[in-house]
């Protein structure tokens, strides 16, 4: 369902249906990754397009629009009511984020093929152990493509797999993890704000996202072998300034 003034409501089977022009701007809530070529189509149409990475705004502009019932409709209006600064978007961003979802699904796979054949025995564990051994080597290709695209699409990725040290066969799991957590990165937000998104502050447990904060775990047991908050904190810290800092320098005239 989409609106272009609040009053009028149109309903759509395809997001390419969408009668949007070169120049115009969507507004979206969500994108799923089977739609990600439907956008993707859309961005190379000349279409700004523009998504809510923070779902939990929608609790408080409902208050705040004195809206009870939730609906699509409601949820249009909630969307349109919102400040343009919460939402961004870039065929960069949505190619890493399917790349990135497929490894996040081998890696689920894998972790839950590895708790099951703690059960098991002779024939069955060793059927087991081959599938792991499968998804796994899934793993490494779908890791390898991530580190290239992101070497191509994200801003500093290059500059900061240099400075942490991470180059070389041995760090291709750190790089992926690396690629996952630049992609939840804001540069323009500043660092308390960020950490915050990766819930490393003290705050409402549901500002946080869940799936940046994992990505950082593992880019930190990577490292060193840690969960800990401040290890997380220095190697939050050292990716946003270098991509802060790019920011900065591209917003200055030449």
Same mark, same amino acid.
């Given at each position: 369902?989409?609106?272009?003034?609040?009053? #009028?409501?149109?309903?759509?089977?395809?997001?390419?249906?969408?009668?949007?022009?070169?120049?115009?701007?969507?507004?979206?809530?969500?994108?799923?990754?089977?739609?990600?070529?439907?956008?993707?189509?859309?961005?190379?149409? $000349?279409?700004?397009?523009?998504?809510?990475?923070?779902?939990?705004?929608?609790?408080?502009?409902?208050?705040?629009?004195?809206? #009870?019932?939730?609906?699509?409709?409601?949820?249009?209006?909630?969307?349109?009511?919102?400040?343009?600064?919460?939402?961004?978007?870039?065929?960069?961003?949505?190619?890493?984020?399917?790349?990135?979802?497929?490894?996040?699904?081998?890696?689920?796979?894998?972790?839950?093929?590895?708790?099951?054949?703690?059960? @098991?025995? $002779?024939?069955?564990?060793?059927?087991?152990?081959?599938?792991?051994?499968?998804?796994?080597?899934?793993?490494?290709?779908?890791?390898?493509?991530?580190?290239?695209?992101? $070497?191509?699409?994200?801003?500093?990725?290059?500059?900061?797999?240099?400075?942490?040290?991470?180059? $070389?066969?041995?760090?291709?799991?750190?790089?992926?993890? @690396?690629?996952?957590?630049?992609?939840?990165?804001?540069?323009?937000?500043?660092?308390?704000?960020?950490?915050?998104?990766?819930?490393?502050?003290?705050?409402?447990?549901?500002?946080?996202?869940?799936?940046?904060?994992?990505?950082?775990?593992?880019?930190?047991?990577?490292?060193?072998?840690?969960?800990?908050?401040?290890?997380?904190?220095?190697?939050?810290?050292?990716?946003?300034?270098?991509?802060?800092?790019?920011?900065?320098?591209?917003?200055?005239?030449?």
């Amino acid at each position: 369902m989409y609106s272009v003034n609040v009053e #009028n409501f149109y309903k759509v089977t395809r997001i390419t249906k969408i009668p949007a022009q070169a120049g115009d701007e969507l507004y979206v809530d969500v994108i799923p990754i089977e739609l990600t070529d439907e956008f993707v189509d859309m961005l190379r149409r $000349g279409v700004k397009i523009f998504y809510l990475r923070r779902l939990t705004l929608f609790k408080p502009m409902y208050e705040k629009l004195g809206i #009870n019932t939730k609906s699509a409709k409601n949820d249009t209006k909630a969307l349109m009511a919102l400040e343009a600064k919460w939402f961004k978007v870039s065929e960069d961003f949505l190619a890493m984020r399917r790349l990135i979802s497929a490894y996040r699904g081998l890696l689920k796979s894998h972790q839950r093929l590895a708790n099951a054949m703690k059960a @098991l025995e $002779g024939l069955g564990r060793e059927i087991m152990e081959t599938a792991i051994e499968s998804v796994g080597q899934l793993m490494v290709s779908i890791a390898n493509i991530i580190a290239e695209e992101a $070497g191509n699409r994200i801003l500093e990725y290059k500059k900061v797999v240099e400075t942490l040290g991470i180059d $070389g066969d041995n760090y291709l799991s750190v790089r992926e993890a @690396l690629a996952e957590v630049m992609t939840c990165i804001d540069p323009r937000r500043n660092f308390r704000k960020t950490a915050n998104f990766f819930g490393l502050f003290r705050g409402n447990p549901e500002r946080y996202n869940a799936r940046a904060r994992q990505a950082l775990q593992r880019l930190s047991m990577s490292l060193g072998n840690t969960k800990e908050a401040k290890q997380e904190k220095r190697i939050l810290y050292t990716v946003w300034k270098t991509m802060r800092t790019h920011e900065r320098l591209e917003a200055i005239p030449a």
